[in-house]
């Protein structure tokens, strides 16, 4: 079975430093992996994918993300974090059935 | 705008009583599914459907029946509601010339 992990339920980080959101996911052949956010009372927003190819990821706002096959990782990024990025954060893969199940998500929290 | 559309934003049910949760999308997807958000264990796929006619379980299908009459429409029907179904619903779609899926605004509905 498909599944994603996303092991801390807070991120805390001070504007302007470096961002990282982890994920690692457990899928039978080709991971298909995406990021999605949720701003409050919102509904997801899709990020980034990644399907084939390079393993550094670029999605909208400024955010990556790295996939990592030998660690199973497909963890978050952004170079500089912005108060505004404070929001949940969603880990998901999709399945052969074209089904995507989600992480239990990750709140990030940009200190000004 | 072209999306995914639900309604109703808010919904306050008795125990026992029905429902149907409306979930419409205006770009020709084959793919639409429902989830239900609750804290700490991010979104949980209840049914999914890959066309018109087509319908299947997905991880918490249990208190909910679906069809998908029409490629557009793909409403949640709740027979005989639960304080335990509690929650937010989204409803998201995805077509097979894009990868990830787009996302509904969400119901949020309360059991009493």
């Known amino acids: 079975a498909q599944s994603v992990a996303q092991p801390e339920d807070q991120v805390n980080v001070a504007e302007g430093n470096p961002l990282t959101v982890k994920c690692t996911y457990s899928v039978s052949g080709n991971p298909y992996l995406f990021w999605y956010v949720q701003y409050p009372n919102r509904g997801l927003q899709f990020l980034l994918k990644?399907?084939?190819?390079?393993?550094l990821v670029k999605g909208s706002y400024g955010f990556e993300a790295e996939f990592n096959k030998s660690q199973t990782s497909f963890h978050l990024k952004k170079p500089s974090a912005l108060v505004s990025d404070s929001a949940l954060y969603f880990c998901?893969?999709?399945?052969?059935?074209?089904?995507?199940?989600f992480g239990t998500g990750t709140s990030l929290t940009v200190i000004p | 705008n072209a999306g995914v559309t639900q309604t109703p934003k808010f919904q306050v049910l008795k125990t026992g009583q029905s429902m149907t949760l409306q979930c419409a999308q205006d770009m020709n997807h084959e793919y639409m599914s429902w989830y239900r958000q609750d804290p700490g264990m991010g979104l949980r796929l209840i049914h999914y459907s890959v066309g018109a006619g087509i319908t299947d379980q997905g991880e918490v299908p249990n208190g909910y029946n679906v069809s998908r009459s029409t490629t557009e429409d793909f409403p949640l029907r709740l027979l005989s509601a639960a304080p335990s179904q509690t929650s937010v619903y989204f409803c998201a779609s995805g077509g097979r010339g894009t990868s990830f899926y787009t996302f509904g605004s969400g119901t949020r509905l309360t059991v009493v």
């Open positions: 990644y399907i084939t190819g390079d393993n």
């Open positions: 998901a893969v999709r399945d052969t059935g074209n089904q995507v199940y």
